[in-house]
């Protein structure tokens, strides 16, 4: 059984910066892509942050220069640190990880069930 666990959200004042941590369980033979989405009040999810096995990584352009995606493998987590944080920035964050399990040969994209982000004006 799979599962991704979010946590590090909550209420802050704009300026402020907050790390929100992603730690994936399960049977797993390796873990692919990462990446961090979220979803505004009234707005589509979409892609914050990206990063590949590899370490290749992509970032939305509203939060470039801003947040930063990194990875540890061997804890099986994925994080986001967020400095500088605006109003807009407030939405639900959540992890995914494209990964593959043990005694399967192909992969498929798991899901966390959010952390709440929201910055004060």
């Known amino acids: 059984q799979v599962q991704l666990v979010e946590s590090g959200g909550g209420l802050v004042q704009t300026g402020r910066s907050l790390n929100l941590s992603c730690v994936v369980s399960g049977s797993i033979r390796s873990i692919n892509d990462m990446g961090w989405y979220r979803q505004a009040p009234g707005q589509q999810r979409e892609l914050v942050a990206k990063?590949?096995?590899?370490?290749?990584?992509n970032y939305a352009d509203s939060v470039k220069g801003r947040f930063t995606i990194s990875r540890d493998n061997v804890k099986n987590s994925v994080y986001l640190q967020m400095n500088s944080l605006k109003p807009e920035d407030t939405a639900v964050y959540y992890c995914?990880?494209?990964?593959?399990?043990?005694?399967?040969?192909?992969?498929?994209?798991?899901w966390g069930k959010g952390t709440l982000v929201t910055v004060s004006s």
């Open positions: 990063i590949t096995s590899g370490g290749s990584i």
């Open positions: 995914n990880a494209h990964l593959t399990l043990r005694d399967f040969y192909n992969g498929m994209a798991y």
